[in-house]
């Protein structure tokens, strides 16, 4: 069924100029979807409106907010108040890579706000209104950092736990309300963001890093078949291994000590 039928003609995705959240706008936009774009750095945000914009010939706005503010929600929700927003990508998130007690409680706050906090009350505020009009569509995307203690990633590996386990949860109560719920568990991917990071060897066999792009293909395809998915073929593999025949203890050392060798920690 053509995305616009199932689900509406207007997506919002949050952290949408670079990277994954990219890949998802310009994949809705190839749809004929009408998109709200949030990011926190208005030029390229503006920017990449403007190509989405005149390359698909959709109704694009840019919204720059920073989604670790607690006041974030209120004030989008005052300004897209007659905006009907039926079909919503979470892929906005903070980390921090170190030990823990090296980042401050409050850039540590600011993770949670924007992993955790900001994307409930967002799911909570349209949601409500997918499940009035019987349709719509939920994602947000996690990590396999979350699915163990993540050493060096504490902070964000928790956070996208919580993500997986909201998203799965949400999957149930509303999967015959006629709104898809669904998370998209990434592992290493080529973004700015990750490769800004300048990740180097990590000493064990890794599966290959996967495109912004493979992962929305791939989202799309289990949107409303499955609460959770594994993005990239070696990523499940990798994971069925980590999660099914390893004790636990030993999946936490192999996901601490590979986090260790690449960022030289």
Not at 70 to 81: G, I, Y
Not at 155 to 167: E, N, Q
Not at 233 to 241: D, L, Q, S, V
């Amino acid at each position: 069924m053509i995305l616009k039928q199932k689900y509406g003609s207007r997506a919002l995705v949050a952290g949408a100029s670079e990277g994954i959240g990219a890949a998802f706008s310009e994949y809705l936009a190839k749809s004929g979807v009408d998109l709200v774009l949030l990011a926190r750095t208005k030029e390229p945000l503006e920017k990449f409106a403007a190509f989405l914009a005149e390359s698909y010939h959709v109704n694009v706005k840019p919204v720059c907010c920073d989604l670790s503010d607690e006041d974030t929600v209120k004030n989008l929700t005052d300004e897209l108040r007659e905006n009907t927003v039926d079909i919503l990508v979470y892929n906005a998130a903070l980390s921090f890579i170190g030990p823990f007690e090296e980042d401050t409680p409050e850039h540590m706050n600011r993770i949670a706000a924007a992993n955790m906090i900001t994307p409930m009350n967002l799911v909570r505020y349209y949601g409500e209104a997918m499940l009035k009009r019987g349709k719509g569509a939920v994602i947000l995307m996690s990590s396999l950092a979350g699915f163990q203690g993540s050493g060096y990633l504490t902070t964000y590996a928790s956070t996208k736990a919580f993500t997986r386990i909201f998203a799965e949860s949400l999957w149930y109560e509303w999967k015959d309300r006629g709104v898809d719920v669904i998370a998209c568990c990434a592992g290493a991917t080529s973004t700015p963001k990750y490769l800004a990071t300048n990740p180097g060897k990590s000493g064990f066999p890794a599966p290959r890093v996967t495109t912004p792009a493979e992962i929305v293909e791939e989202c799309f395809r289990y949107l409303g078949n499955k609460p959770s998915f594994i993005a990239g073929r070696g990523n499940r593999i990798a994971a069925f291994f980590m999660q099914r025949l390893m004790p636990r203890e030993i999946a936490i050392r192999i996901m601490g000590n590979t986090t260790r060798k690449i960022y030289n920690i």
